[in-house]
C-alpha cells in the first residue's frame, strides 16, 4: 500500500494558499513594514466611515465616535475644544453631507 502522505501535503498547501487569498481579498492590507491592518470601503455610493470621521474634526468636533448608522445616516458624538459634548449626522452618501449639528446638555 502505498503512502498518501505526498498527496496530503499537496492538498494541505493548496488549502492555506486558498485561504490565504480569501483572507486577503476580504480586507486585510499589509503595508512596507510587515503590518496588516483590516480595511473594508464602504459599498459604492455611501459614506466613508473615516471621511465622515475627519469632516466632523473639520466642524470642530474631536474625539468622535461613532453612535449610529443605518442605510440613511452616520451620526458622531464628541467634544469641542471648549469641552461642549456635541452631536453631528451626516447623511450616507457619498459625499457625506452634514445633515444637522445640535449641543447635547
Not at 490565504?20 to 499589509?30: C, D, I, K
Not at 496588516?36 to 470601503?41: L, M, Q, T
Not at 469641542?80 to 445640535?102: A, H, M, V, W
Request: hydrophobic share 35%; glycine share 6%.
Amino acid at each position: 500500500m502505498k503512502s498518501r502522505l505526498p498527496l496530503k501535503l499537496l492538498l494541505s498547501a493548496f488549502a492555506l494558499l486558498v485561504s490565504s487569498a480569501l483572507v486577503s481579498a476580504a480586507g486585510w492590507q499589509t503595508d512596507t513594514q510587515g503590518t496588516s491592518n483590516w480595511h473594508v470601503s464602504p459599498p459604492i455610493g455611501q459614506c466613508n466611515v473615516s471621511r465622515a470621521k475627519n469632516r466632523a474634526i473639520r466642524a470642530g468636533i474631536y474625539r468622535s465616535e461613532i453612535v449610529y448608522r443605518d442605510e440613511n445616516v452616520l451620526i458622531f458624538r464628541g467634544l469641542t475644544l471648549d469641552g461642549d459634548r456635541k452631536e453631528i449626522t451626516f447623511g450616507n452618501e457619498e459625499s457625506c453631507p452634514e445633515l444637522e449639528s445640535r449641543d447635547i446638555p
